[in-house]
């Protein structure tokens, strides 16, 4: 089966625009978790969805929204970015969402 | 509340030597228990995992970890370590009770030559 696979790989942005991040999780999985990862900040959870439904929130403003579609592709949007908003996000897929989690490589951010 | 830690944010050891990380859990259910690694500017990729059984559990890239309910904690073992295991690693506990994993903060090994 094909990886976890996110698109873009690199992103360059310049404060107050917007970015849509997209993730195609593995064949057969339903569940589709992002992550923001910073140095200082470590690894935190930004939301969960599961058959097109939100499941899991983190505590991440609302500038951070996304969605899944019925393929279980899933995106997220960032709107009005910020400098802080620099980061690697990876997106995880799962069979049913509490178990074994694989990983995409990530799409790294740079917010100018 | 949910927790896992990590209390070492970064170890040092020397290539060839033997590697123990430590992961400590607060969980109230009987959890699924996770060690992934991550090398610079990639994903995560899963070394290994404890779902029940045999507390002992064998992963890749020669790499086990020890359940120990009593004491709350997963460590990660390696008996002889190579500079390519240079990485950050991180421990996480979930369940299927629950929709989410919970994250240690991760450890960073540095293998000294």
């Known amino acids: 089966k094909a990886g976890v696979t996110q698109t873009p790989r690199y992103l360059i942005k310049t404060r107050g625009q917007q970015v849509t991040l997209s993730c195609s999780p593995i064949?057969?999985?339903?569940?589709v978790s992002w992550y923001q990862q910073t140095p200082g900040q470590g690894l935190q959870f930004l939301f969960e969805?599961?058959?097109?439904?939100?499941?899991n929130k983190g505590n991440f403003p609302g500038r951070f929204s996304g969605r899944q579609f019925s393929n279980s592709r899933s995106e997220m949007n960032v709107s009005t970015l910020e400098l802080g908003d620099s980061a690697l996000y990876l997106c995880?897929?799962?069979?049913?969402?509490?178990?074994?989690?694989?990983f995409g490589p990530g799409t790294r951010l740079l917010v100018l | 509340a949910q927790s896992v830690t990590q209390p070492d944010i970064h170890i040092t050891v020397s290539e060839g030597a033997s590697l123990e990380l430590r992961c400590n859990y607060s969980?109230?259910?009987?959890?699924?228990l996770f060690w992934y690694v991550q090398s610079p500017g990639q994903g995560l990729q899963l070394l290994l995992k404890?779902?029940?059984?045999d507390t002992l559990v064998q992963g890749i890239k020669g790499f086990e970890a020890e359940f120990k309910r009593s004491q709350s904690s997963f460590n990660l073992r390696k008996p002889s370590v190579h500079w390519s295991d240079a990485a950050e690693y991180f421990c996480a506990v979930g369940a299927n009770s629950n929709y989410q994993l919970i994250w240690g903060a991760g450890t960073k090994l540095i293998i000294k030559p």
């Open positions: 064949s057969g999985h339903r569940s």
């Open positions: 995880a897929s799962s069979e049913q969402g509490g178990e074994t989690q694989y």
């Open positions: 969980y109230g259910a009987t959890p699924y």
């Open positions: 969805y599961f058959s097109e439904t939100q499941r």
């Open positions: 404890y779902f029940s059984g």
